[in-house]
């Protein structure tokens, strides 16, 4: 089985860009459908972004469309997101997932595999 590890969470001023990175281990990411996905304190789990198996398809929530982007680094086996023009609104624990299937999906309930979150806080 997969085993993901995100890493690049911190704190940041408004209009400064983040790079979160997703380390796989066990499998390959190219199997999997990879999303990514946050959550503000009280509120539920979001769907910010995902991209099929070997990257032919994406698509983002409409929060964060046109700054946000997801992409794999195969050879390193890793998923990035990368976020420019943050928000205090961005605020938010994230979390990358995979899914062995080849149909991108935005329901949270549809990816098998997470993990364990990065803290991202955007302050004014």
């Known amino acids: 089985q997969v085993r993901l590890v995100e890493s690049g969470g911190g704190s940041v001023q408004a209009g400064a860009s983040l790079r979160l990175s997703c380390a796989a281990s066990?499998?390959?990411?190219?199997?999997?459908?990879k999303g990514w996905f946050r959550q503000a304190p009280g509120k539920g789990r979001e769907f910010v972004a995902a991209i099929t198996r070997r990257g032919g398809t994406t698509h983002y929530g409409d929060s964060v469309k046109g700054r946000f982007t997801i992409s794999t680094d195969n050879a390193n086996n890793t998923q990035y997101l990368d976020m420019n023009n943050l928000k205090p609104e961005d605020t938010a624990v994230y979390y990358c997932?995979?899914?062995?299937?080849?149909?991108?999906?935005?329901?949270?309930?549809?990816?098998?595999?997470w993990g364990q979150g990065t803290q991202v806080t955007v302050s004014s």
């Open positions: 997932a995979a899914d062995p299937s080849p149909i991108l999906y935005t329901q949270i309930e549809r990816y098998r595999y």
């Open positions: 066990g499998r390959t990411l190219t199997i999997y459908t």
